[in-house]
């Protein structure tokens, strides 16, 4: 399964707590848990460096073939192994209590004997500090602890064999008899005493785990063809919400890359308010109105360091701090270096923010959510910014680095701000200076249309003086940029379909960005294809698509941020926007279907 040491991207399920995430591989080894928080230094990082990052392995002790799923509408996983020797399932859980939020991070591995007599081992050798620190293991107080500075790990075992220090790792062995059960428990601790839990505790928490997933998603309003597929998504989603504040994560990982062995290699370990139209509009459609009053709350919150400018990202607590720097020491996934925590795309300027904050406030307030005199005053003031940041270039939604444009897709979203302050006022929601506001973005359309529109291929192109096309440019029929029926978006899709298009797979753009090498289909891009043939009127089309990128998916229903040619999942997994795409396009795709019939 294993090449070089790495598992495929494909390969992996994630688990989470709504403060950190776990990715565990089909081979049953967690290759990736940050603590104590989604953007904190990883323990276990054997997907940027198999040989220093760390892991927990559990698997058979022979030769074995796995399958997998979560539980139904869950975030618990569980793993079949299957041996000559007989069978055995693998529930995995980050677990959470039934009285909020616990300051430890638990993760529990529940090994039940289904058939036979089955050999199993595990090993936790952890690595702090993204592999920096190797731990200190000892026996004490009826634990093994592996620390290092002040954090600290506590493992756990109950019929799985006594844990055994072994050098700056902790392992067992034990035999999976059938219809028996073993537990394993790794508990961890940051700057706080790390608690001991009991095997009844344990087993409580991971039945009220579960339990608390199958509530969540039993909520969600989702009745069409696909809702399996919408629910796995929320699901997801749900796990890059960092719970604390709201915010929501675009992943939980850095560096896997866009292509292997290349240098396009991110941490998506933040926030983008890129993302809060679409998050919004997914949570509010689908009934999750608690989470999405926490993130409108949480980015208006953050944001208010720098009224009325916003920047691209913020990490999960609000902090601005995000300096990019390269971990030397790692190798990478599959030799794809550097890697790298931070984000310099923190420091860039990028207008289609401000249209995407502008109109999950629209979403938000129309769905009968408050907003107090104090927010409406700063809500206006980020549409007078508007008014006067428009004419400059940007680096775009898509962050190259290569020399700002006069991108498109920018000005497109410049006008989606301005258009949905007005509506806001028109509504009563904050004062009215649409005197300002709608001269304005009459001039955004008029450069638009003569510095970004190719009249002679009947398409929008990626960025004035430039005749290359970008997948961006499908969201200007998913925010109303124009009547469906005008030519200028039909024509924009066709041309994004022949140029762009494999099928139902979309490149974001294959213009220069300012880095060498190449990357995957952007699966965004490609739901919203979907939502853009769907809104224009080509139903039928969307839905063949739909179901075509229904199985792209790996077999727990997750998605990375790009697909290669050959099927493979390139970039951070698994990927917040894809998902949120996913439920936009299902939704829209429905609802039309329903106004059709």
């Not at 559990?58 to 793993?79: C, Q, S």
């Not at 923190?346 to 959510?369: F, M, P, T």
């Not at 697909?563 to 970039?571: H, I, N």
């Amino acid at each position: 399964m294993r090449e070089n040491g790495y598992a495929p991207i494909r390969d992996y399920a994630v688990i989470g707590d709504g403060r950190t995430a776990a990715l565990v591989a089909k081979d049953g080894s967690i290759d990736w848990l940050c603590l104590p928080n989604f953007d904190s230094p990883s323990v276990f990082g054997r997907i940027v460096d198999a040989r220093r990052g760390g892991s927990f392995e559990l698997r058979p002790e022979e030769p074995f073939e796995a399958d997998r799923a979560y539980r139904r509408d869950t975030n618990v996983l569980e793993t079949t192994f299957r041996t000559t020797s007989g069978s055995v399932r693998v529930t995995d859980a980050m677990l959470l209590t039934g009285d909020g939020l616990a300051p430890m991070r638990e993760v529990a591995r529940s090994i039940e004997g289904l058939a036979g007599r089955v050999p199993m081992c595990w090993r936790v050798e952890p690595r702090f500090d993204f592999g920096g620190k190797r731990p200190r293991i000892d026996r004490r107080a009826g634990g093994v602890f592996a620390t290092a500075g002040g954090d600290a790990l506590a493992i756990s075992s109950w019929d799985a064999g006594d844990p055994q220090p072994s050098g700056d790792a902790i392992e067992g062995t034990f035999v999976a008899d059938t219809g028996t059960t073993a537990l394993l428990d790794l508990a961890s601790a940051h700057r706080e005493p790390v608690v001991l839990p009991s095997r009844a505790d344990v087993d409580r928490r991971l039945e009220d785990t579960s339990r608390f997933w199958a509530e969540w998603a039993g909520r969600i309003d989702y009745g069409g063809p696909w809702r399996d597929a919408v629910v796995r998504s929320a699901l997801a989603l749900r796990l890059c919400v960092f719970a604390p504040s709201g915010a929501v994560v675009a992943a939980p990982t850095t560096s896997l890359p866009e292509w292997i062995g290349g240098a396009r290699n991110w941490d998506y370990r933040f926030a983008w308010l890129r993302d809060a139209a679409f998050t919004i509009d997914a949570l509010l459609r689908l009934g999750c109105r608690r989470e999405a009053s926490a993130f409108f709350w949480w980015f208006m919150h953050a944001t208010r360091m720098t009224m009325p400018r916003l920047r691209n990202l913020y990490r999960v607590d609000g902090r601005l701090e995000a300096t990019e720097r390269d971990l030397e020491r790692l190798d990478g996934y599959m030799s794809s270096r550097p890697v790298r925590v931070g984000n310099g795309a923190a420091e860039q300027v990028q207008l289609d923010v401000y249209g995407s904050v502008l109109d999950s406030i629209w979403r938000y307030a129309s769905n009968g959510g408050e907003i107090d005199r104090a927010t409406a005053k700063e809500i206006g003031e980020v549409a007078d910014c508007v008014t006067e940041l428009w004419r400059g270039e940007d680096s775009g939604i898509w962050e190259p680095r290569s020399p700002p444009l006069h991108y498109v897709h920018s000005k497109a979203m410049c006008w989606v701000a301005l258009d949905r302050a007005c509506k806001l006022a028109e509504r009563g929601v904050i004062a009215d200076h649409r005197k300002r506001w709608e001269p304005a973005a009459e001039e955004i359309r008029a450069f638009v249309e003569e510095h970004g529109y190719d009249a002679d291929r009947g398409t929008y192109v990626r960025a004035g003086g430039r005749d290359d096309l970008d997948g961006a440019l499908l969201t200007l029929a998913l925010f109303d940029y124009h009547d469906p029926a005008d030519p200028r978006l039909h024509g924009t899709i066709a041309a994004i379909e022949r140029e762009l298009s494999d099928g139902p797979l979309v490149y974001r753009y294959r213009g220069a960005d300012g880095l060498d090498g190449r990357e995957g289909y952007f699966l965004a891009c490609s739901f919203w294809l979907v939502d853009a043939l769907a809104r224009t009127g080509r139903s039928a089309d969307a839905k063949r698509n739909m179901e075509e990128l229904l199985r792209h998916a790996n077999e727990v229903g997750l998605y990375a941020e790009e697909l290669a040619p050959d099927g493979s999942f390139l970039g951070n997994f698994p990927q917040a926007l894809v998902h949120l795409a996913l439920i936009g396009a299902a939704l829209c795709v429905t609802d039309h279907e329903r106004g059709a019939g």
